[in-house]
């Protein structure tokens, strides 16, 4: 992946995960973008409220994947890392 296609990459899971933000702080939450792999892994932090709460997984999955996968088709998975 050369550094222009990074760069769009990256602005787009941005843009998708800006989408779901104001659900995820509307709770006291927030999600941080860590890194996005050259294999199109997406590595996000979960903060604030959802970091350790018992229904983080399904806000990963259900919330800020699929999010991220309507504007990111080929997105292989999105991880949740501390």
Known sequence: MNAPEKK???NTVK???ETVRPYLLADGGDV???EITSD???K????GA?????FSVMTLKAGI???VRKKLPQLKELVAVD
């Not at 996000?44 to 903060?47: D, K, S």
């Not at 959802?50 to 018992?54: N, S, V």
């Open 8 to 10: 769009e990459i990256f």
């Open 44 to 47: 996000v932090r979960l903060t």
């Open 32 to 34: 941080e973008l860590v």
């Open 50 to 54: 959802c970091h350790g709460c018992p």
């Open 15 to 17: 843009a998708a995960i």
């Open 40 to 42: 199109l892994v997406v």
């Open 65 to 67: 994947e699929q999010a």
